[in-house]
């Protein structure tokens, strides 16, 4: 069974410029989620996707978008990058009714992207 | 106020000693608890979750709910050097959209000394 993967694991970008991350789910999962993490914090939550569509978001800008493709992996685009988006990124995915009553709200996660806006 | 919010650390321990984490969160219809482990420069692991209120044990760690007092804490019994690490406490919250979202606290680094 494949894990989370994620890539690029490391990239370096100046302000301004655009950037994507990808993901891909583990084998049967069908949600993913986004997460910043800044250094010394808690994983921030940026948006989740379910079946292709956009299906929850914390409190980012709209510069901050995604997509999800019909095998289930994901992009995080952040556009017009800022220096306080330097951080590490992370996908994490679940199975079908795992964040739902009754499931075991397990997120598996990827080993991060992290991103150095200069 | 945080949604989850957990104690400030660092904390350091002996080894061999009971490491204590404790965290808050503010939503009174949460379900579902979490802890999370996070190795410097690794993702997250999940070490346990818990759901009823009382006390829930795996091996050297035990999990405690107070769905009352909304706080949930993690004991590790018998702390080793290999239990150094960042732990987060992880509550599933309904977003916007209805989404279920696993929220986290902003951590508490535990060190344990040899």
């Known amino acids: 069974e494949t894990g989370v993967t994620q890539s690029p694991t490391h990239l370096i970008k100046t302000r301004g410029q655009q950037v994507t991350l990808r993901c891909s789910s583990q084998s049967g999962h069908n949600t993913v989620s986004w997460y910043q993490q800044a250094l010394g914090q808690g994983p921030q939550f940026i948006f989740q996707y379910y079946r292709e569509e956009e299906n929850g978001r914390g409190n980012f800008p709209p510069r901050f978008s995604g997509l999800q493709f019909p095998n289930y992996s994901s992009e995080l685009n952040v556009n017009a990058l800022e220096l306080d988006d330097s951080a590490l990124y992370l996908c994490?995915?679940?199975?079908?009714?795992?964040?739902?009553?009754?499931?075991?709200?397990?997120?598996?996660f990827g080993e991060g992207s992290r991103l150095t806006v200069l | 106020q945080k949604e989850v919010e957990q104690n400030s650390g660092p904390l350091s321990v002996p080894e061999g000693a009971i490491a204590s984490l404790n965290c808050t969160y503010s939503?009174?219809?949460?379900?579902?608890f979490f802890w999370y482990r996070q190795y410097s420069g690794k993702s997250p692991e999940l070490i346990m979750s818990i759901y009823s209120n009382g006390d829930k044990e795996d091996g050297r760690f035990t999990a405690q709910l107070n769905k009352a007092s909304q706080y949930v804490s993690l004991l590790i019994r018998d702390s080793q050097p290999s239990d150094s690490a960042t732990y987060l406490c992880a509550v599933i919250l309904i977003s916007s959209g209805s989404a279920r979202q696993l929220t986290f606290g902003s951590g508490t680094q535990l060190t344990v000394l040899p």
């Open positions: 939503d009174r219809v949460s379900q579902s």
């Open positions: 994490a995915s679940s199975p079908p009714g795992g964040l739902g009553g009754g499931g075991t709200g397990e997120l598996f």
